[in-house]
């Protein structure tokens, strides 16, 4: 927390096997009733105490408690939606009952000028220890725990894949919209953290608790600013030494010091600060939401390459030109087919296929002739990662093709992407083969880009930094 | 207002990290701008802590050798330097052409002391060119930052002189993180054959 050295444990505020809400409510349109039918409706397992100052009996079929004072049993999370100014209270009250962790969603503190009252969460939280999530924030989702905090009508959103990313956004409006598409991609999630204003546990915490935690392969950050330089710097280190982390900064736009007395002060503003601490140690730098997912997608399922080396697989001649290009603006290479390669594609292919990369296995190509290509290119060594194009307006694409691209998804450890561009019948497919885990762009160079970011990553983390 | 260094401790603190630069000496005269011209072409530059841009504020004269060329200079450097008081008189030797490129620092206020490389002299602010990382910054880093410019081949067209950049660079990432100072434009460093020299500088604190 903030100013020491020690980090948040997020452990009961992901995954807590009993939640209090604190502003529980039965009427239509309240946050603290949004939260518990969430709860209700995600199937929480643990136990489930609503918690109203004006309760009698039961909210929503559960038992409803005055305090959490009251209820009398071990609570690991505690989700408070109640009015600012009666926050500080029933915080306090928190930390008598030794609750684990707090999530506070209600806004109307620092970032509407009630600094004070922030202050007071600070010193609660301090004084108990209380790993604290916000206040004015979404909150925590977690698939496995089936921990929702989110207030948002469910069929408003998609429900997430269980998987491997974990998105953290400091915004709740970037958060919720983007975590729908992740859902939408069909994307599976380990965590998501919408954390707010910060005032207890802030970015370097959280970073710190998903480099540790065993279901986050990917982190997927959208970050305004953090709070505390060198402690992110530290932890960011240590986390890009054993997994990803793909970030998207936003507010780039500012220029550099405006009365810097030197070239280098002018040059060096605080935009081109995050983005060289981004570059020096490792983190995966996204320009837009887009390529937040694109990149965010290929890290969850492909393996790292050892080189720069692409194999490009096509069944249609322009597209093959189109990610040759993509390739090579990208810093990435088509090497040549290695002898034995050769001859044995020669066997197998058609005489019209020319065996070298891009290799066009032509527009009658089916599942088949995937299949041979996939199967020799795997075990060639010339190559380290392979771009499969798959047009499924041509005559010989169909489910099978798609199913040959899905079956090759771990190609003997060289990282696959493949490319399908098209309407409605092509989707179909895609799905097919991204539930299977290869990950599956519109246009040659939103793939070609994913490899690149996943090989710059390798190379990371091969120099031992 | 930042405070500059004086010339005389930033040439100190240079030779410390074995950082070279161009051969210099304060002047009082022009007589003494003749006598250490020796013949060769030098620069006079007025240095004055109220014109932290001394080229922008016509305080740079490049290229004077005769004894005719020195005094006149001397003399004219001397009025525009006048709204700068007080001022002194510094003489340089010429260098010969080369890549001009700039190494500096800045503190962040976020992340701390952070150091740059990039294409210098007159083309910094046109195609702004550089790197930056924070300090310290490890030989990889440095190797990192020359591959991130635009200009690598142009600065550094072969390994020798990569490596010589990289060396250099550590040497000022080292020297700024242990200084008070909290800007530093070392711009232009001027390479030529294999070598550089850095020719101008601005520490300020």
Redesign the interface.
């Known amino acids: 927390m903030n100013g020491k050295t020690e980090y948040a444990d997020l452990t009961h505020i992901l995954n807590p096997k009993c939640v209090a809400i604190i502003g529980a409510s039965e009427k239509q349109g309240k946050v603290g009733q949004a939260i518990m039918q969430n709860y209700i409706d995600a199937g929480f397992a643990g136990g489930l105490y609503p918690v109203n100052i004006s309760a009698t009996g039961k909210i929503m079929g559960h038992q409803a408690y005055k305090s959490i004072l009251d209820i009398g049993r071990p609570i690991d999370l505690a989700v408070i939606s109640i009015p600012a100014p009666a926050v500080p209270k029933a915080l306090e009250e928190c930390g008598k009952a030794k609750v684990k962790g707090v999530v506070i969603v209600t806004a109307g503190f620092a970032e509407v000028g009630n600094v004070e009252l922030q202050e007071q969460l600070v010193r609660i939280a301090k004084k108990y220890k209380l790993p604290v999530i916000g206040p004015n924030c979404l909150g925590v989702m977690d698939p496995r725990s089936r921990s929702d905090t989110l207030f948002l009508p469910t069929f408003k959103i998609d429900k997430p894949n269980v998987g491997g990313i974990s998105f953290v956004s400091q915004s709740g409006s970037v958060g919720s919209s983007t975590l729908d598409l992740i859902s939408g991609e069909g994307l599976g999630l380990a965590r998501f953290i919408s954390y707010g204003n910060a005032a207890v546990v802030d970015e370097v915490d959280i970073l710190n608790f998903l480099a540790h935690d065993p279901d986050t392969k990917v982190i997927v950050f959208y970050l305004e600013?953090?709070k505390r330089?060198?402690e992110f710097?530290e932890v960011a280190k240590k986390t890009t030494k054993i997994k990803p982390i793909v970030i998207l900064k936003g507010g780039v736009t500012e220029s550099g010091a405006g009365a810097?007395?030197?070239?280098?002060?002018?040059?060096?503003g605080?935009a081109?600060?995050?983005?060289?601490?981004f570059?020096?140690f490792g983190f995966t730098i996204a320009r837009s939401l887009e390529e937040l997912l694109y990149f965010a997608k290929v890290f969850d399922t492909q393996p790292l390459p050892k080189g720069n080396r692409v194999a490009i697989i096509t069944n249609g001649g322009g597209h093959g030109v189109i990610a040759t290009d993509a390739v090579y603006q990208n810093g990435l290479v088509l090497p040549e087919l290695s002898k034995p390669t050769q001859a044995a594609l020669r066997k197998v292919m058609p005489p019209i296929v020319n065996i070298r990369l891009p290799l066009d296995i032509g527009g009658d190509a089916d599942g088949k002739r995937y299949s041979d290509a996939f199967e020799l290119l795997s075990n060639d060594q010339n190559i380290d990662m392979v771009m499969a194009i798959v047009l499924f307006q041509t005559p010989g694409a169909d489910e099978g093709v798609a199913e040959t691209v899905a079956k090759y998804m771990a190609m003997k450890n060289k990282a696959l992407v493949a490319v399908s561009t098209g309407g409605s019948y092509t989707k179909s497919h895609v799905a097919v083969m991204e539930s299977q885990g290869v990950p599956v762009y519109d246009s040659p160079n939103d793939a070609a880009a994913a490899l690149a970011a996943l090989y710059k990553y390798a190379k990371y983390k091969m120099?031992g930094? | 207002m930042p405070r500059l260094f004086d010339y005389d401790r930033a040439q100190h603190l240079l030779a410390k990290y074995r950082i070279k630069s161009i051969e210099s000496k304060y002047v009082s005269s022009y007589g003494d701008a003749i006598k250490f011209a020796a013949g060769k072409p030098i620069v006079l530059k007025a240095i004055s802590g109220k014109a932290l841009h001394k080229a922008k504020s016509g305080l740079v004269l490049l290229g004077l050798s005769s004894d005719k060329e020195i005094t006149e200079g001397f003399r004219d450097l001397s009025k525009r330097a006048s709204k700068f008081k007080p001022y002194k008189i510094l003489a340089q030797r010429m260098v010969k052409e080369g890549i001009e490129i700039i190494m500096g620092g800045n503190t962040d206020p976020q992340f701390g002391k952070m150091v740059l490389l990039g294409l210098g002299g007159i083309y910094v602010e046109t195609f702004k060119d550089f790197a930056l990382r924070t300090c310290p910054i490890t030989r990889s880093d440095a190797r990192s930052m020359l591959e991130q410019l635009k200009s690598r081949k142009i600065i550094a067209p072969d390994e020798k002189s990569a490596k010589m950049l990289e060396d250099l660079l550590l040497k000022v990432s080292k020297m700024f993180a242990a200084s008070k100072m909290q800007e530093l434009d070392l711009n232009p460093i001027i390479l030529h054959n294999g070598t550089y020299d850095a020719v101008d500088l601005r520490m300020l604190e």
């Open positions: 600013g953090v330089g060198k710097i810097a007395h030197s070239h280098t002060a002018s040059l060096a605080s081109q600060a995050y983005e060289a601490v570059e020096q120099s930094k």
